[in-house]
């Protein structure tokens, strides 16, 4: 099969805008796209014709205003393009209002407190730079709109229009600093990312026995596996063979809708795989990584499996996560991240890669507020992920560059070495300026920063908006800089390297190419003074929560107080929602399932004269004891207002009260006979 013949076939690409509008429509349509202009209702209402009839010819029945609520899923109401004419002729129709504007009711997604419920309107708007595409049903398809969510008030409800904001605001900034700093400012400039996704499967039919998977998304009792991933034969190893038909059934549908699905392999863990797109301009990135997130729950259904996109459903195996790619770019096809081929080019990749650097350290504290959840915390901190700690891991060779940039010295990085294999009838291989450091939470990989600690359910767009806007507050504080001294009658590459100097001399603390899993570390971080925020209450209250920290994304317009407010309390709401729901299905699990195991264990034990069962009397006992302690901390829970305080007592009272118990329950599983023991265990659902 020809990829490329069925490429973007379900998008309202640029091939498709050729063939179905004027050249003047299509002209005036594409300078929106590349340049930002405004379109007229007229131009809209060629375009909505277009649309209607592209849709129509691949059996579209019906359109949606396809938006990113702060849910952290998608949305859709589905409408018609059915109606009728004055004489009650069916006819098929879509109008410029209806692409341009739709009205979803608002007042059952999260608002955090903007607005009271029964204040319903809400509008979606579309976003002309995100292609329209069509999703396949068993007897229709849908076109769906990529759009914005606004409240009546004009408030962003959504993830989408904040992160449109923050790509303009870094744009804005980068053609600042190039124009200070004397370089060629384009007519364009983008952010480019490649989200690597990773997942589990599971078969679905023991997927259905695990009450604690099917409504949380982890397993909330559960000795670890025998084997797990002690081998490390599961990573890059052979596909199964109905996983790579699962594989090919998602990348193919993904193609059809313009996703650059690239890469898959096993993770890992047993049972865990990935897979990767090609660098896309972030906006659409993220649109298509949520696309990735439906289509792979969509198909493994088909395929008898379950998918789990929770960051840590396995107690000691590896969490999941999303890995982020990050770069700048323009329409010249310049890298600005990209260290170049010559002295001026190098000059360039250090004003941005400090600029970077800078904004990390200026704001670390939300950026690790970015990809806090409930599900996430499992994930970051454990040795398999990056730590809560964020810091910048950029190599040895650069390292001793910015070392010497400190100082107002300005030195090249040594060239890649060619790698001895010592065979040599194999190719040469070129190593290299930087290994990788999987223990960084943002790591620099020769071109691009890996943002690691995003988590495998979490969408793209709030990570990427505050690290769009770190990075933009860093440049607009660089340009400055740069200004200060070329008024001070500096030439260019002075006032360059003396600002770039200024920097590093307070941001260089934020650098680290060591150990992140290491206690040591934790007591460097310390020492100079970065944060390690642990749990997702922690996070917010340092970063939403303080109206210092929270101040860049307001000057930068990005977001509002009041929309930062809002999200604060639907962040804490969605935490004390989650560890409630998991805290209540892990009682239901003891008292249905672990207790009556216990019991007609225990009988068992009692015909054996010999054998001592005082451990597990002892067991059993303690069980009971911390599951009425966690009953009697749910209802004062449950009492409580939502809040700060409310998240807070989920993460330091719940929480722990839940890990012990399940320590209890764990220790009983690996005591009890399979036979009595009703729920499948790790090493059986482990197995595909």
């Given amino acids: 099969m020809k990829v490329s013949k069925i490429y973007g076939t379900l998008t309202f690409n640029d091939r498709v805008m050729r063939d179905k509008l004027s050249h003047e429509v299509y002209k005036r349509f594409k300078k929106t796209l590349e340049e930002g202009e405004p379109i007229s209702k007229e131009i809209a209402e060629c375009i909505a014709h277009a649309l209607k009839e592209w849709a129509i010819e691949n059996n579209c029945t019906h359109y949606t205003h396809w938006f990113h609520p702060l849910t952290g899923l998608t949305a859709e109401k589905h409408d018609a393009f059915l109606t009728f004419d004055k004489d009650l002729t069916p006819i098929e129709r879509f109008l410029a209002d209806e692409l341009i504007q739709g009205e979803p009711d608002a007042s059952s997604f999260p608002s955090g407190g903007t607005r009271s419920t029964f204040e319903a309107r809400g509008y979606t708007a579309w976003d002309p730079q995100s292609p329209c595409f069509i999703v396949e049903g068993k007897k229709t398809n849908t076109l769906c709109i990529p759009s914005v969510f606004l409240s009546y008030n004009g408030d962003s409800l959504d993830k989408k229009s904040v992160l449109l904001k923050s790509i303009k605001a870094l744009e804005d900034s980068t053609k600042k600093l190039l124009e200070v700093a004397e370089f060629p400012v384009p007519e364009k400039v983008f952010v480019t990312t490649g989200p690597e996704q990773e997942y589990y499967l599971l078969d679905k039919d023991i997927f259905k026995q695990r009450e604690d998977l099917a409504i949380t998304g982890r397993t909330l009792i559960g000795a670890n596996s025998i084997k797990g991933q002690k081998l490390e034969d599961h990573y890059f190893g052979s596909i199964p063979d109905r996983v790579k038909y699962f594989m090919e059934d998602v990348e193919l549908a993904l193609y059809k809708l313009g996703v650059p699905a690239k890469t898959r392999h096993n993770e890992v863990a047993p049972c865990q795989f990935e897979l990767a797109p090609v660098f ?72 941005f890669f400090v600029g970077v650097i800078n904004g990390v350290y200026k704001h670390e504290k939300f950026i690790r507020a970015s990809v806090a959840s409930a599900a996430n915390d499992h994930r970051l901190g454990g040795n398999e992920a990056p730590p809560s700690i964020i810091s910048v891991f950029v190599g040895t060779a650069l390292g001793n560059v910015l070392e010497n940039l400190i100082e107002g010295n300005f030195v090249e990085p040594e060239h890649s070495k060619t790698l001895e294999i010592g065979l040599s009838y194999l190719p040469q291989i070129e190593r290299h300026n930087t290994d990788r450091n999987r223990t960084s939470p943002v790591a620099f990989t020769g071109n691009k920063f890996e943002f690691r600690a995003v988590g495998s359910s979490q969408p793209l767009g709030l990570p990427n908006t505050v690290l769009n806007a770190s990075v933009a507050d860093s440049f607009n504080e660089i340009s400055a800089l740069i200004q200060e001294e070329k008024s001070r009658g500096k030439n260019r590459e002075q006032a360059i390297l003396s600002a770039l100097s200024t920097v590093l001399k307070k941001c260089h603390k934020i650098i680290f190419n060591g150990n992140g899993y290491s206690k040591e570390w934790q007591i460097e971080a310390e020492k100079r003074g970065l944060s390690n925020l642990r749990n997702t209450p922690e996070a917010l209250k340092n970063s939403f929560g303080d109206t210092k920290e929270r101040d860049f994304l307001i000057k930068l317009g990005i977001l509002s107080e009041r929309e930062l407010n809002a999200r604060l309390n639907i962040k804490y709401d969605h935490y004390s929602k989650v560890i409630d729901i998991e805290s209540r299905m892990l009682v239901k699990l003891i008292k249905k399932y672990v207790r009556n195991a216990a019991i007609n264990q225990l009988s068992h034990f009692s015909k054996i004269d010999f054998f001592d069962y005082s451990a597990y009397i002892k067991a059993m006992k303690s069980m009971e004891e911390k599951t009425k302690s966690l009953i009697g901390e749910i209802a004062n829970f449950e009492n409580m207002e939502e809040g700060e305080k409310k998240a807070f007592f989920a993460a330091n009272t719940l929480l722990p009260l839940m890990n012990e118990l399940r320590e209890v329950a764990d220790f009983l599983e690996t005591e009890t006979d399979k036979s009595l023991w009703p729920l499948p265990d790790y090493d059986s659902m482990l197995i595909l």
């Fill in 280 to 351: 896309e301009e972030l906006n659409i990135a993220a649109d298509h990584n949520h696309l990735v997130m439906v289509m792979l729950k969509k198909k493994a259904e088909e395929h008898g499996f379950s998918l789990l996109l929770h960051e840590k459903p396995f107690k000691g195996l590896n969490g999941s996560g999303k890995h982020n790619n990050w770069s700048i770019a323009d329409n010249r096809g310049i890298n600005y991240l990209s260290p170049g081929r010559n002295k001026e080019e190098f000059l360039r990749f250090l004003v």
